[in-house]
Nanobody, 125 residues
Framework: QVQLVESGGGLVQAGGSLRLSCARL????????MGWFRQAPGKEREFVAA????????DYADSVKGRFIISRDNAKNTVYLQMNSLKPEDTAVYYC??????????????????WGQGTQVTVSS
């Protein structure tokens, strides 16, 4: 079984930065496409960023392009989301997700097999 554990959320002022981490525990062998999603109160969960197994290919939502960077360290079974120039509209619970056996970038919620418990990010104006 695969377990995803996020960390790094918190409260930050607009214009600030945060770095989220997602550790993949349990069955650590295998190939996984990884992604970050977020859900604000009263809204549906939305795609934020995704990265291929090799780390060579990434994809971002238009709302975060140029501000967020997704990366991964397969030796540590960890994926990161560096969030810069944060805005109040970035406030949400951020979720890490893993797509089992997928080498490429996945931006669709339904294609992910495992999800973390989420970490709260709050950006004050």
């Amino acid at each position: 079984q695969v377990q995803l554990v996020e960390s790094g959320g918190g409260l930050v002022q607009a214009g600030g930065s945060l770095r989220l981490s997602c550790a993949r525990l349990g069955r650590t062998f295998g190939i996984y496409g990884m992604g970050w999603f977020r859900q604000a109160p009263g809204k549906e969960r939305e795609f934020v960023a995704a990265i291929s197994w090799s780390g060579e290919t990434t994809d971002y939502a238009d709302s975060v392009k140029g501000r967020f960077i997704i990366s991964r360290d397969n030796a540590k079974n960890t994926v990161y989301l560096q969030m810069n120039s944060l805005k109040p509209e970035d406030t949400a619970v951020y979720y890490c997700a893993a797509a089992d056996g997928v080498q490429y970038v996945v931006s669709t919620t339904a294609l992910y097999d495992y999800w973390g418990q989420g970490t709260q990010v709050t950006v004050s104006s």
